[in-house]
């Protein structure tokens, strides 16, 4: 299992995760059904990668969202 | 009226519309409907940490069925940046190529940074995005990024959130007579007869925001202008009379009761 601690930087704040599963991180953000990209050290994650992917120590996560904007 | 075509795609409408600064969703989705565009702007974010579950998200407000979303670059003030969100953006919205590239230059003016654009719309178009790019009116410029292999070229008329209409028609139409790609107005639009003027001088179309959405009734000033931009595409394909110094009378000369 994916019960490893470790620390990343998520959106620009460094946090710590009990688990270094990247499905887990986002459905702990309640982003599971909603329209949104990950980047990881500057290089997307596909969302066909995203159920298997394991995070590493001190990985910079960027994940973002449609927003308003003109 | 004819189709707008931009790169591989199709429009009725030459009204594009962001989607930034409404009181809530249903405002913009209202406002977007009523301005029958199809092309509608998003800018990409980082998500809230700790996002309410129940939070409602842009996406679920416009259809995809309906709209072409074109994701923006909007905040990213060099090349890196930008690109980065473009490849974000592609992976958001499954795959998707169109985007709207706009390199900062600095926050006051909003101003377009050209040296880091041009850059940045080779990478792009290298990777095959179709790039619809917000830039200056200098026609040099405009043409290099037409020869770059842009989509579409989107000169501002006016600084970004301004209001203050089209403030160099000349350029604009050099612009006109340079390019062989669709070129939309991006930015500068206040009022109605705002997108009519640059409409009557042959612009493909006018993307616009803020007009829109700091309108004291935001969905009837987007009926106003899907009005604006129609009514100025027929008087440019009509040709408007020449101009002359005196009065040429419409009446009849002779036959008057004496």
Not at chain 1, 19 to 37: G, I, P, Q
Not at chain 2, 163 to 177: A, D, K, R, V
């Amino acid at each position: 299992m994916n019960a490893k601690s470790i620390g990343i930087t998520l959106n620009g704040s460094e946090i710590h995760l009990k688990s270094n599963s990247l499905k887990e991180l986002l459905e702990s953000l309640n982003l599971s059904e909603a329209r949104f990209a990950v980047e990881i050290n500057r290089e997307i994650v596909p969302k066909s990668q995203i159920d298997n992917y394991t995070l590493n120590e001190e990985d910079v996560v960027e994940i973002v969202i449609a927003v308003g904007g003109g | 009226m004819e189709k707008l075509i931009i790169g591989t795609r199709e429009f009725s409408s030459r009204l594009l519309v962001g989607t930034g600064k409404y009181k809530d969703f249903q405002e913009t989705q209202d406002a977007i409907v009523a301005s029958g565009a199809q092309v509608v702007t998003v800018a990409i974010r980082r998500t809230n940490i700790g996002q309410n579950k129940d939070e409602p998200n842009l996406l679920d407000f416009l259809n995809p069925e309906k709209f072409i979303i074109l994701p923006n670059t909007a905040g990213c003030y060099n090349v890196d940046d930008a690109v980065r969100t473009c490849n974000l953006a592609r992976e958001l919205l499954d795959g998707h190529n169109l985007v709207k590239l706009e390199v900062l230059g600095d926050e006051k003016t909003l101003f377009p940074n050209m040296t880091q654009t041009l850059e940045a719309a080779r990478i792009l178009v290298e990777d095959d995005f179709e790039v619809m790019v917000y830039c200056t009116d200098d026609p040099i410029l405009c043409k290099e990024l037409d020869d770059i292999g842009c989509v579409s070229i989107m000169p501002l008329a006016a600084p970004i959130g301004s209001g203050l209409g089209i403030t160099n028609p000349y350029n604009i139409e050099i612009i006109l007579e340079n390019s062989n790609k669709p070129i939309i107005v991006d930015a500068g639009v206040g009022t109605a007869s705002d997108a009519t003027i640059a409409m009557e001088l042959g612009c493909d179309g006018v993307l616009m925001n803020t007009a829109i959405a700091e309108a004291k009734k935001p969905i009837l000033m987007a009926s106003a202008m899907k009005k604006a931009i129609e009514s100025g595409r027929e008087a440019f394909l009509a040709g408007r009379m020449e101009k002359r110094l005196y009065a040429s009378k419409s009446s009849p000369k002779d036959g008057v009761i004496k």
